[in-house]
């Protein structure tokens, strides 16, 4: 059984930072990708970044430059390191975890979000 959690959300001003922590419990495959998506009320859902289980990242557009998403291999933990927030940053943010295919996108595991709120 894989169970994925998130922690680490809250509340800032603008251009402040906060570190998401998202911990997979379970075995996926040995070859995995882990992802951070968020949804603001009244819009879809977007990816922010993935990695996969040897560490490689990729960032959509809007937070390239200013989030950094990071693996603890012993601890089985991503971490998305957001600095230079603004307001259209808030939202709700999951982590999710799936196999790794092709490349990442599919993930068939997910937590259930944690919150983040920019303040201006």
């Known amino acids: 059984q894989v169970q994925v959690v998130e922690s680490g959300g809250g509340s800032v001003q603008t251009g402040g930072s906060l570190r998401l922590s998202c911990t997979v419990s379970g075995n996926i495959h040995n070859k995995w990708c882990v992802g951070w998506f968020r949804q603001a009320p009244g819009k879809e859902r977007e990816e922010v970044a993935h990695?996969?289980?040897?560490?490689?990242?990729t960032y959509r557009d809007p937070v390239k430059g200013r989030f950094t998403i990071s693996l603890d291999n012993a601890k089985d933990i991503v971490h998305l390191q957001m600095t230079s927030l603004k307001p259209e940053d808030t939202a709700m943010y999951y982590c999710?975890?799936?196999?790794?295919?092709?490349?990442?996108?599919?993930?068939?595991?997910w937590g259930r979000g944690t919150q983040v709120t920019v303040s201006s």
């Open positions: 990695i996969d289980n040897v560490g490689n990242p």
């Open positions: 999710a975890a799936g196999r790794k295919l092709l490349g990442c996108g599919v993930y068939n595991y």
